[in-house]
Nanobody, 124 residues
Framework: QGQLVESGGGLVQAGGSLRLSCAAS????????RGWFRQAPGKEREIVAA????????YYTDSVKGRFTISRDNATNTVYLQMNSLKPEDTAVYYCAAHGGSYYARHEYEYEYWGQGTQVTVSS
């Protein structure tokens, strides 16, 4: 069994910052590539960022490039999403996911393990 637990969400004003963390246990540990997804009310879940197992390769959706940074610490089995210059349109539930490959993945169906999600709300 694998488990992912997100933390770090909350309420922040536009222009502010938050750092999300995703701790993994079991089979969802450091040998898996990871991704962050988000789902806003009334919208489909979308990829935000992804990172390879080694951390060398990363992917960002266009709307967050230059503002968000994904990173990982395999010693602690944790992946982070640093979110700066937050905008109201970043408001969503953010999910961490892991898949059994070394390279990052961009699609939901490629991921085996999912966290419960953490709410991020950005006020204007």
């Amino acid at each position: 069994q694998g488990q992912l637990v997100e933390s770090g969400g909350g309420l922040v004003q536009a222009g502010g910052s938050l750092r999300l963390s995703c701790a993994a246990s079991g089979r969802a540990r450091s040998s898996y590539a990871r991704g962050w997804f988000r789902q806003a009310p009334g919208k489909e879940r979308e990829i935000v960022a992804a990172i390879s197992w080694s951390g060398r390769y990363t992917y960002y959706t266009d709307s967050v490039k230059g503002r968000f940074t994904i990173s990982r610490d395999n010693a602690t089995n944790t992946v982070y999403l640093q979110m700066n210059s937050l905008k109201p349109e970043d408001t969503a539930v953010y999910y961490c996911a892991a898949h059994g490959g070394s390279y990052y993945a961009r699609h939901e169906y490629e991921y085996e393990y999912w966290g419960q999600g953490t709410q991020v709300t950005v006020s204007s």
